[in-house]
């Protein structure tokens, strides 16, 4: 394509490590549009990024989150497309970019369905994952769409709970809008306005959902359920202790699915849940929600 | 067809001027549409606010967030725009995005705007290729639902002139609106390949436009007939708040003797 220069935007920050590390490797410039808010409680990453050789640039309109830096990135692309590729970090915005991210995401529910065949010799009952534009989840979902027997559960960001303005689960509080290039179901008010939502998780802190998960959702093919931040932040701290796994606090949220989940089921059923990022990142968050200061 | 014609007849150059409504308030609102159409002004395309304004430089971003922040609505703008219809003789359209219109019930809020005498939708985040979306309800309500052509725009150009109706919008550079010192963009050959496939319809260039010279080198390239200037406008109501009409008027007579 020619292209020397990759813009992305990033919410924890995940994304923007990804496509940083990327343009290091192939020697291309990179620019990260983040939210000012979410370089703040995503330190550690704008730190990688940085140290990758990426400029990220903290974006101060509307929340200054995900959805902000979202729209400097289609800004920022709008003024300089020649050199450009704008490396979308989910499965939303206009077409191809849901396309070409679930099909490069895809490759986890083909990684799932190889390795449960070999170690069970059966498919999982239920597939779980987090979404806020549902990236990872969509992912963990595709190569199990056609077999019906495996349930699909996205997990929202429910922030601090549903029937409050502080939540970010487009599914169970949004409606059907356009925004962002793609139709979907949003978070937004009686005249479309987009609503400033609200979760612990930056990577889950999107007032929209992709437009395959909205398919799949009015089609009955998977559930989506809302996870508050209380739920997730006891899930990371659980998996943390059990494992020795400190999880995303994204992925925390169907995490916390699963254990709520797993008690109903006979012992011969399968869950899987997917970790889509590790905790690092959040330790300093977590410890904040929890009343201590581990910065100095 | 519309009323939008009328502001390019004779071989007028339109002056077309953006505001977004309820910046600071929706009385200054009016006062400045008075004030515009005093001073020359040859279509209004009025700004719904909208959240999220993708396509805006921060100057048009920071208009939407005073205006949603003072409580304006759609429905207090089609208010606003039936109160002052019968003063207003110029065409008017509305400017906003695709979810304020979607949101509203897209039959609803188009049937509105033609019975408060609305003449046109841009819509900058509608692509050509998803009009369907709304065109079929533009049709029925006799509202003109208006292209956009982009310096990107390149092979597009062709389908994109050919179904154009109102007037077609020509984007002067990359980028979002806002006030830019130069434009180098190749503006001739955009305009040459629009007229090619499009003899009729009447091209206005907009983004970026903010002096008389400016307007008046834009409107001298052949085939254009209009010139469209926002954030130049919206820095001066930021600047002087509610007594921005008076302001507004003197640059809007200053802009429209440019091309004169």
Known sequence: MGKTRLI????????????ATAAALMD????????????????????????????????????????????????????????????????????????????????????????ILQRENKLPDIVTACVGGGSNAIGSFWHFIKDESVKLVGCEAAGKG????????TITTGRLGIFHGMKSYFCQDEYGQIAPVYSISAGLDYPGIGPEHAYLHDIGRAEYIPVTDEEAVCAFEYLSRTEGIIPAIESAHALSY??????????????????????????????????????? | MSNIKNAFANNNKAFIAFITCGDPDLDTTKKIIYSMQNNGVDLIELGIPFSDPTAEGVVIQAANLRALTNGVTTDKIFNMVREIRNDIKIPLVFMTYANVIFSYGADKFIKTCSEIGIDGLIIPDLPFEEKEEFLPVCKKYNVDLISMIAPTSENRIAKIAKEAEGFIYIVSSLGVTGVRSEIKTDLNS?????????????????????TPEQAKTMAQIPGVNGVI?????????????????????????SMKAALI
């Open chain 2, 229 to 253: 200037t926002g954030s130049a406008i919206i820095k001066i109501i930021a600047q002087h708040g509610t007594n921005a009409p008076d302001f507004v008027g003197e640059y809007v007579k």
């Open chain 1, 258 to 296: 699963a254990i709520k989940k797993a008690p109903e089921l006979d012992k011969d059923k399968i869950i899987v849940v997917t970790i889509s990022g590790r905790g690092d990142k959040d330790c300093s968050s977590v410890a904040k929600y929890r009343g201590e200061n581990i910065n100095e």
């Open chain 2, 190 to 210: 955009i305009v040459n390949a629009i007229r090619k496939n499009n003899p009729d319809t009447p091209c206005a260039i907009g983004f970026g436009i903010s």
């Open chain 1, 162 to 169: 549903v029937d409050t303005f502080e939540t970010a689960a």
């Open chain 1, 8 to 19: 992305a935007e990033t919410g924890a920050g995940q994304h923007g490590v990804a496509a």
């Open chain 1, 28 to 115: 291309m410039q990179c620019v990260v549009f983040m939210g000012i808010e979410d370089t703040q409680r995503q330190a550690l990453n704008v730190y990688k990024m940085k140290l990758l050789g990426a400029e990220v640039i903290p974006v101060e309109t509307g929340t200054g989150t995900l959805k902000d830096a979202v729209s400097e990135a289609m800004r920022e692309w709008t003024s300089r497309i020649a050199d450009t590729h704008y490396c979308l970090g989910s499965v939303m915005g206009p077409h191809p970019f849901p396309v070409i991210v679930r099909d490069f995401q895809a490759v986890i529910s083909r990684e799932i369905k190889e390795q």
